[in-house]
């Protein structure tokens, strides 16, 4: 191959790395910890926010737009989030610069310095609910279902491309409902559309559950979560759906009049997803080849390589190749045809299988002669010679069906990386040497949970919905519990 | 009407104030200079963005994400952009707050000052070039076609929703060229873009030109334009496209190596459009019952109002109105059935007025009976009774016949104020008693051109492409002219 990548075995970090660079996902910019999001990553978070954006429509959801900046002073209105969020943040304390006379280039004007400073938005529940304030006085105003996309900031110390930089982007969801029971149902509702959305569209299998209260979100009563295991064996949280009760309607003072014209507070949810589902769909599915796409999120689902000796036989080629490309085209499945002189086949073959093309095809005089094609699935990297006749149905339904083997065969490597531990030593092992998700009971206590993860830097990724009640003992106090919870290392 | 406008006639600048805020469109926020883009705006900015970006797309372009942030130094590197951009801007200092341990709340932690201050991008040519360095090696590596959707920070002292905030939210195309010529035909390609959308869907007839030196984009070479007339006579710049030169390519390096092999600096393009648009469209065509919406740019195309005593005839009308409902929406039409029980018709009506819904349905049982329904127009605010034979056809059609008038009507408008000025007395009486454009000849100086704004406020709008040759005086100086520019005041 043109691009060589490390391999998983040797290092999957590294490997990581290098996929995301050489299939043109996203790079490093000037800035510490941003990056940037190169033309085919953003066409794959393009597929993402035009999925996500239907679902979301489609379960009564508005977008809209609230200001990057957050006056500081918001922060501390709520206890738990300022702990959670304001304190690794960008802070804007100027609005000018002025010519510098001495060095050259530009320096801080001094005398425009802000009477309050300016925080770059973590996350936007603050700004918010200061607004909702004068959108909501009667139980007419609700619910209010909105959602938006938008670029967030979190100053991290130790930034990976697409899983943790101190710029992302996402879509953070803010409703606000009469009724608690209302406000859950949402937040319900809104961790099944991640889940659909991860399963159906990412073929990525997860887990739904609630997170335990040390790794609930600041300010949360409850957070909903989808966790899906990584080929290395760690967890990704993928999607998480907060119920906020009314925490954030006392800290901004938003009532309403119900029917009864009784003055409440109001119930809220909030709920994201972000561009670490980019780190999330690589790590799931790719191989020392490249990436593996879903098809359902893949730019380009079917690229045709013609193999030639001369302009005849691609013109030949070309003529063959428009019908197809046509009949593709009209079944909605999008597909390139590579007529592209300065490359020989052979390095297309491998840069195709580096960005994940599910499907490729390649055409030469022979194939001309015989009526057919040679058809390679990017999944399984099996070769087939086929006959024209009814490619553009058979390329529709073995989409599908790559579709489902991608997430079929994900949803193997997480059954047989799933496992029980029921003593300390049996989970320490798993976790040190085999790594993958491990059920184990737990007592329950915030206490136990750090200690777990102080010594095997192991967290309880979720306690899983509908999860079986059985009796059992904590695996690390020994106390009795009536549930596995789900452990595992995570990014 | 509930919700009272200001006049056009009494107070222009507070019936668009007023309209923006009513109809929902935007407010102000906590945070001084930014709007909050309500769901209704958003909506119509999205139906915006939807189409630009299929023109985009259909033109070659891909999109990609760039840092929020900019290093100061990169502002230095292009003298003119420098002094263009770099002055009134938001600054990033500090990366982290701590509590405060004396007073509550969080302060800004002094230990955390970055070694070189960020700026929010105003713009991101300096971030994107910067970039670009290390992908462009080769003629084989361009052009670069490249889009970005963003939000961007002007530090604004005077602001207006939609027409001026201090953060917008915007696109900004940025494309790399091996030549002078390909990069000119870009900029005219992308200026043309600008036009179709502005009077296809917005439905508000441009003016395209080339802007004076004055008035040109910081670190260009030319700034095509597109110029709108607001119905108070003032004019809107819509859209605008650079052709850059090698300025930034000189300023960051970026070279490539021609079909000879030889070292080359690139030639550059950018181009933008913004949420001004907004602000465009309310005022182009809205009138004192509210917005005016162009069909193709109407979150809801169509509403339903039913008028009713009791739930029986609601029922009745409902059965009815499903199948013209479903019709609507298999044309592709948007269709809103308003049946909340808690408004009145007469309610319902002024505030779709307000909304720019531009095609109206009112059914009752009377029409039950006579197989009719009233249909209004929002755009000539004309009633009539239809048959509810073919109904949905006639929608159709009528859709169009709208977007059509609504164009028509602001074209009428322009012509009717677009006024030649011969003499200096001339232009000022045009410009202070009637506004609109004014076509005059000007000595091509930029002293001039600053005289005349300095006494009159007016600015040079642009040069229009393809612009009549006529031999003339300065209206200011008297010096020879060829031709006439476009002055007006404006946003």
């Known amino acids: 191959m043109a691009k060589e990548l490390t391999s998983r075995s040797e ?8 996929l995301v660079i050489k299939a043109d996902l996203a790079e490093n910019s000037a800035v510490r910890g941003c990056m940037v999001i190169k033309p085919y990553g953003y066409a794959i978070w393009e597929k993402m926010q035009a999925e996500l954006d239907r679902m979301f429509k489609e379960t009564g959801h508005v977008n809209a737009y609230f200001p990057l900046f957050i006056p500081k002073s918001f922060f ?53 609910w200061n607004t909702y304030r004068n959108w909501i006085q009667s139980h007419r105003d609700l619910p209010l279902l909105i959602n938006q996309w938008a670029n967030v900031v979190r100053w991290e110390m130790r930034t990976r491309l697409f899983l943790r930089t101190t710029e992302f982007l996402w879509q953070e969801g803010h409703t606000a409902h009469a009724t608690k029971q209302e406000a859950v149902e949402e937040t319900i509702k809104m961790i099944n559309v991640y889940s659909d959305f991860a399963q159906n569209y990412m ?10 209260e ?8 409850e957070t909903y979560t989808i966790e899906a295991l990584m080929q290395d064996g760690k967890a990704l949280q993928s999607g998480t759906s907060h119920f906020l009760g009314q925490n954030f309607a006392k800290a901004f003072d938003v009532k309403f009049a119900n029917k009864e014209g009784r003055e409440e507070y109001v119930w809220a949810t909030s709920w994201g997803a972000s561009t670490r589902l980019m780190g999330a769909l690589v790590m799931a ?39 197809i490309v046509a009949g593709l085209k009209a079944k909605g499945i999008s597909v390139k045809f590579d007529d592209n002189d300065n490359k020989k086949p052979g390095w297309k073959f491998a840069e195709y299988e580096l960005k994940g093309v599910p499907v490729r095809l390649a055409i030469g005089p022979r194939d ?33 069906e790559i579709q489902t083997n991608i997430f079929n065969k994900a949803l193997n490597f997480r059954s047989e990386n799933t496992l029980k531990a029921d003593t300390w030593d049996e989970f320490k092992d798993l976790i040190k040497n085999k790594g993958g998700f491990v059920l184990a009971h737990w007592d329950g206590t915030s206490e136990t949970e750090e200690k777990i993860k102080n010594e095997t830097k192991a967290t309880i990724r979720c306690i899983p919905l509908d999860n079986e009640q059985e009796a059992g003992n904590c695996i690390y106090s020994g106390a009795p519990s009536n549930q596995r919870v789900l452990f595992a290392l995570a990014y």
């Open 214 to 221: 040390n790794e609930r979100f600041a300010g949360a009563i």
């Open 368 to 400: 001309l002669e015989n009526n057919t094609v040679e058809l390679a699935r990017r999944d399984t990297l099996e070769k087939n010679t086929v006959s024209f006749d009814g490619i553009t149905d058979h390329i529709q339904s073995l989409l599908e």
């Open 285 to 323: 599915h790719s191989d020392d080849h490249g990436l593996v796409l879903p098809p359902r999120l893949a730019p380009i689902q079917v690229v045709i390589v013609p193999v030639y000796k001369n302009m005849e036989q691609l013109e030949n080629i070309r003529n063959k190749v428009d019908g």
């Open 203 to 212: 073929a990525m299998p997860v887990i739904k559950g609630v997170k335990s």
């Open 76 to 128: 501390s209105k709520e206890a738990d989030h300022v702990e959670g969020f304001a304190k690794e943040c960008a802070v804007v304390t100027h609005y000018r610069l002025k010519n510098d006379e001495v060095n050259g280039g530009v320096v801080v004007d001094p005398d425009a310095k802000l009477e309050e400073e300016l925080i770059i938005r973590p996350t936007s529940e603050t700004i918010i």
């Open 11 to 18: 290092n999957y970090s590294q490997w990581y790395q290098d």
